[in-house]
């Protein structure tokens, strides 16, 4: 019983320390829990999932800012490095809900937004293949066909690097694999008028939007 | 008056705009975010290089563009920061500040917008014995001159007396850069009055201004 409570209360301070955004404790709490012996996928389901979520209500609520919503995904990203060896060891894998092959479209150096996406989506449980920026969609697309992807994620800062969104999708339907990928796309001039003229199955405007419009996708 | 090249001034940081990028428009930052904010605000003389390149042309150099609609004579101005900064960004992303990263771009953004907004003041100074009205800037990308038009003002400037270059996307290297134009007529435009975001055609930004800034503000 009293084990029981200093689990939970162990997975309690996990959450409030993405609250809070204290990274040092959320990796003292993650290296904690596995020398006491806590199952690290139960930390990262009860402690840090919880956690990310509610820091994601947060935001929509208007409460928390991108600052804190990034503090909070670095703080995730910190205590899964803790804890990600110890699951390996055990031969146990984190419940991946999807892969994702996410890059920015070719032409466009800006990657900033899609990193923030990229590591949202990894902290709410997706498998992440960032390919970085200016990335040829051709290789894109033959990386996502590789890993078996179940979604692409494509982003773009100007409306000419936005053709490149258009050029993805127009490459997966002419090898006939379009119903393979799910295909999301995002980014500053990008709108749901120009995911839908595209025949993207969708679009985020922000890295929440990102993350719950993924969930969607496959299902989780 | 030639080709004009501007280095090694000093610009100013507006904060608020930062916080704006930031998503804070109505509530007050927390205070860690200040602090970084300011810590990261310290170190930026070390990572930003202002630099700008700029020109007076004839209308006839220019092409009919309807921006350029009512102008005797335009100016076309490049400028960035370097690429320090973004490299800056890039090795803190990787390593996982991602905090520290964000709020170093955003403090980029903005640097950009002070060496803009230096080169126009700049610009300004030098066209009062032409007894011409500087319009507000505008920029390729905005409202109905479209992104491709950077072209144009690329072939009139040397982007390379600065570091800038175009690729085939028409996205400046580096990227902490801007380019503008500024029309210079015979009489104050009266589109001078409006706040810039009133021209933009995106729909749901974020970054909207509300207020109507005058003109120059020195930032
Ligand atoms: C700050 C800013 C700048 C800065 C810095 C640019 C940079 N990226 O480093 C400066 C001042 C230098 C600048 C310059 C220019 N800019 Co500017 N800039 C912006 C601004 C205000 C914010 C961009 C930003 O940094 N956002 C912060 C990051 C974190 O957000 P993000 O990358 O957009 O990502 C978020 C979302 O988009 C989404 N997301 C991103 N990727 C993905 C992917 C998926 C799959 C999903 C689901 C979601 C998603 O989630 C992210 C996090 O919330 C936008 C306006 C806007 N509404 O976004 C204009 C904007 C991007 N700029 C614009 C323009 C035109 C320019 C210039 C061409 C102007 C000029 N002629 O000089 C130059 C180009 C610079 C270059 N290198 O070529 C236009 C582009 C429109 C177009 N026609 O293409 C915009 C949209 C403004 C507008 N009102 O039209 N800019």
Redesign the interface.
């Known amino acids: 019983m009293k084990e029981m409570n200093r689990e939970e209360d162990i997975f309690e301070k996990m959450k409030e320390s993405l609250l809070k955004g204290d990274k040092d404790e959320a990796i003292r709490l993650a290296k904690l829990s596995l020398d006491i012996g806590i199952n690290p996928l139960d930390s990262i389901d009860h402690g840090l999932t919880p956690g990310i979520q509610q820091v994601g209500k947060l935001w929509e609520e208007g409460e928390y800012f991108l600052p804190q919503l990034v503090i909070a995904a670095e703080c995730m990203k910190a205590a899964l490095k803790v804890l990600e060896p110890a699951l390996s060891e055990k031969g146990e894998k984190r419940q991946e809900i999807g892969r994702v092959v996410i890059g920015t479209a070719e032409g466009d150096i800006h990657d900033i937004g899609k990193t923030l996406v990229a590591t949202m989506l990894s902290a709410n449980g997706f498998e992440i293949i960032d390919m970085g920026a200016d990335v040829p969609i051709i290789q894109m697309v033959n990386r996502a066909i590789e890993e078996k992807a179940d979604l692409i994620c494509i982003s773009a800062l100007l409306t000419t690097t936005m053709l490149g969104q258009k050029r993805l999708i127009e490459l997966l339907q002419e090898k006939g694999i379009r119903q393979k990928f799910k295909v999301m796309v995002g980014g500053a001039p990008v709108s749901l008028q120009w995911a839908k003229d595209i025949q993207a199955d969708s679009y985020g405007e922000n890295v929440i939007e990102a993350v719950s419009e993924a969930k969607r996708l496959v299902g989780a | 008056m030639g080709i004009k090249i501007i280095k090694d001034f000093s610009i100013t940081v507006n904060e608020r705009e930062v916080l704006r990028l930031?998503?804070?428009r109505k509530?007050e930052?927390?205070r860690?975010?200040l602090q970084?904010l300011k810590e990261k605000e310290k170190g930026l003389p070390e990572l930003v290089s202002p630099q700008a390149v700029y020109a007076i042309f004839d209308k006839s150099k220019v092409d009919r563009h309807p921006v350029f609609k009512g102008a005797e004579k335009v100016a076309l101005c490049i400028c960035t920061i370097g690429p320090s900064l973004e490299k800056k960004?890039?090795a803190l992303?990787k390593e996982?500040?991602?905090?520290e990263?964000?709020?170093l771009?955003a403090l980029g953004s903005e640097a950009a917008e002070g060496v803009a907004n230096y080169a126009n003041i700049q610009i300004c100074r030098e066209i009062s014995p032409l007894h011409l009205f500087p319009s507000r800037r505008f920029s390729p990308?905005y409202g109905k001159w479209?992104?491709?038009e950077q072209r144009l003002i690329f072939s009139l400037l040397p982007g390379d007396s600065i570091g800038v270059h175009l690729?085939?996307?028409?996205?400046m290297?580096p990227?902490k850069s801007i380019s503008f134009a500024i029309n210079l007529l015979f009489h104050p435009d009266p589109r001078l009055k409006k706040n810039p975001c009133h021209f933009c055609q995106?729909?749901?930004c974020?970054y909207k201004k509300d207020e109507h800034p005058p003109l120059n503000k020195e930032k």
Request: hydrophobic share 35%; with cysteine; net charge negative.
């Open positions: 930031l998503g804070y509530k930052a927390d860690s975010t970084l960004v890039s992303m996982g500040s991602l905090l990263g964000v709020i771009d990308g479209s992104i491709e690729n085939p996307s028409c996205m290297v990227r995106l729909p749901h974020p």
